[in-house]
């Protein structure tokens, strides 16, 4: 599920504090050899971003999904919910709630994110890891929406913050693959958000939100964490854990469909 995108002006933060962006519209191959001094300046070696940005070209299915995805939430709660948590995710959840129940009390006790509320997001964002997680080169989607103009800064951000995820050592870029807005792994993270909020909670020296279970639920948690969530404490519309998960989403029917699947995983 695609997030509402951080301001562009703290994703370009991640990249380093670029002054100037690079100039969008015009021709692709020109853009995108601006957008690899941009990263060697924001300190991505020179052969990450000639091998993640070679031969990269527009791809149009991206802008056409881009122009139509913001009538996502237009259904009302009731008709939103019907067909994302039914008995069959539901009972999915609970078998998994025990299966990492050691896990996910660790990560109650660092982050203070009740279990329920990570699982519902994560079988809503990729049914726990067995749904489609994006089957598209991070690199070449960003890429193109950074070129697109509509919203050149913020994507520009994102591409910088891929290509540091790929400088770090947590995926290799064969393995930086995404959805329809460069969304990476089983909770969906935009790659500005990998880098703020990407935990390595198994400890292999790597965040890696595509395979790591640990990584994937610590890493939610620490960005709901770092927002505001607090234990124990209601999350129904109207409260200060509502408001918090909107920097998950912004979606007032999908933080409501997280609420009520949290509850429906806790028997209530």
């Keep these: 599920m695609l997030r509402l995108l951080l301001a562009a002006a703290s994703v370009l933060c991640l990249a380093g504090g670029s002054a100037q962006a690079a100039r969008c519209g015009g021709d692709f191959n020109a853009f995108v050899a601006s957008m690899a001094q941009e990263a060697q300046a924001a300190g991505v070696s020179a052969s990450v971003t000639n091998t993640a940005l070679s031969g990269v070209t527009p791809d149009a299915a991206v802008l056409a999904f881009d122009r139509r995805q913001r009538h996502t939430f237009n259904k009302s709660f009731e008709q939103y919910v019907s067909t994302r948590v039914g008995p069959g995710r539901i009972n999915g959840g609970r078998a998994l ?18 279990r329920y509320i990570l699982v519902a997001i994560w079988g809503l964002e990729s049914d726990f890891g067995k749904g489609d997680i994006g089957k598209m080169p991070v690199v070449r989607t960003l890429a193109t929406l950074a070129h697109d103009c509509r919203r050149t800064d913020l994507f520009q951000g994102e591409l910088l913050a891929a290509l540091k995820i790929v400088q770090r050592g947590d995926l290799p870029l064969r393995d930086l693959i995404g959805a329809f807005a460069g969304e990476i792994g089983q909770t969906q993270f935009l790659p500005s958000s990998y880098i703020k909020y990407g935990v390595d909670f198994d400890g292999d020296g790597h965040v890696d939100l595509r395979h790591s279970v640990p990584d994937v639920l610590a890493s939610t948690a620490n960005l709901l964490h770092t927002s505001g969530f607090k234990m124990g404490q ?25 609420g009520y699947f949290a509850d429906r995983l806790a028997g209530q």
Excluded: C, D
């Design 234 to 258: 209601p999350y129904g519309e109207g409260t200060a854990n509502f408001e918090a998960m909107r920097e998950w989403n912004r979606a007032v029917v999908y933080r409501k469909t997280i």
């Design 97 to 114: 709630l025990q299966r990492h129940a050691a896990l996910l009390s660790r990560i109650e006790q660092q982050y203070g994110v009740p």
